[in-house]
């Protein structure tokens, strides 16, 4: 048994990482357990927005995460009805990273777990599966990791993704919006440009959005929920010819995919708990709402709650107070970004992708509300803002306790085992 600690956060993603962060430069005495060896697995969010960066900003980090690699996106386009148009445009955002930078998870959870890594009292665990509570007199102490060790510590974080454990452990009610679509990710090779050109493919029935990382794409093309299997059994020449129908500038270079193991499948989920909190636990991130890739905003929500929830419990905590009371404040000030956000995702899954995609519509001209943002151009700050910035956007408040020393010395990881143009582990479809 483990015990001790303030604050033990279950799972090494962006929620979780900042968490442990921002209660570690508190001074609480906090552990973060990952169940994997490492963060490599490809194909997940990789988009970090500005709302994010001014956090870094304001921790002072924002420089050295801007030396690690990372491609910048500031404006967003969607080609439709052969035609190209700017709808969102960063330039007018009023931060100082006017500008979405990509960056591979992997790469920007090192950064995260180096930096947090420079205050003792923060710790992380790999390889510590979490699977169940520890609940006594129905109060959450602990969790009990894969291996039978306990871990116990005055509140326990559920930042373990959206097929999480501990919220099914603790009983947490949960609405489910419902999604009608999946998404394949796969790379496609390009040349690099002088501009990023980031956007989304709008064709006959289908839609494909292209990341822009400079010498490839990463590609996510949407299909009806559940439909991959039957995609697969159509065989990978049938399921090439689509992608080049839908996007006809793909063409050549998707000659290049050879097998199924180069696509991946993403399940996609709308959810959000009606209940973040019990006495003794708390969920944040994909924990408490799973969001859809709409708008690349997952990782940047997840992130906002971390710091709401240092904002509202570390200095309590840091002073060995009772944090409990103050538990559904967390989801007070965070459940209406939440529902807004889900809002926004809802409508364009019923009223964008399940026409085009699952009903098969063609769009043979470009819609009305599409062709203002290139007749009314500054209508384009408009989505960049929401997208950029969020909805109640959070600064950081948590204390510093004045723990930071030099870090200890870390092995970043090889390119024979990953980099972030050529990642070996991939993710779990």
Known sequence: MTSGFDVVIVGGGPAGIMA??????????????????????????????????????????????????????????????????????????????????????????????????????????MEAEAVDLIIESGRVS???LKVGEEVRARLT?????????????????KTDLGAPIDV????????KSAVNETGGTFGAGTFLVQLD????????????????????????????????????????????????????????????LTRWWRPGLLAIGDAAHAMSPVGGVGINLAIQDAVAAANILAAPLARGEDVDPLLKNVQGRRLLPTRLVQRAQKIVHNRVLTPLVVRKAKLDKVPFVL?????????????????????RREHIRSPDAGLRRAAPAKRRPSPSRGSSRSPRRTARS
């Open 371 to 391: 062709g203002l943002f290139d007749r009314l151009p500054f209508l384009r700050r408009i989505p960049a803002r929401l997208v950029g910035l969020g909805i």
């Open 184 to 191: 394949l990710w796969f790379r496609l090779p390009k040349e």
């Open 20 to 125: 442990g962060l921002l209660f570690g430069r508190a001074g609480c005495k906090v552990q973060v357990l990952e169940k994997h060896a490492d963060f490599f697995r490809d194909f997940r969010g990789d988009t970090v927005h500005p709302s994010t960066m001014e956090v870094l900003r304001e921790l002072g980090l924002l420089d050295e995460f801007l030396k690690r690699p990372h491609d910048e996106i500031r404006t967003l386009t969607a080609r439709v009805a052969n035609r190209q148009i700017t709808f969102a445009d960063a330039s007018h955002l009023p931060v100082k990273t006017k500008f979405i930078a990509l960056m591979p998870q992997w790469d920007f959870l090192d950064f995260l777990a180096q930096e947090a890594r420079h205050y003792p009292t923060f710790s992380l665990r």
């Open 213 to 272: 990382r400079g010498n490839y794409w990463q590609c996510a093309y949407v299909v009806p929920k559940g439909a991959a299997d039957e995609i697969r059994k159509t065989g990978m020449r049938e399921f090439r010819a689509d992608v080049a129908r839908a996007a006809p500038k793909l063409a050549q270079a998707v000659e290049t995919l050879e097998d199924w193991d180069q696509v991946k499948l993403l399940s996609v989920s709308l959810d959000r």
């Open 157 to 173: 974080v559920a930042a373990d993704g959206r097929g999480s454990v501990l919220r099914e452990k603790a009983g947490l009610p």
């Open 142 to 144: 602990g969790v009990r």
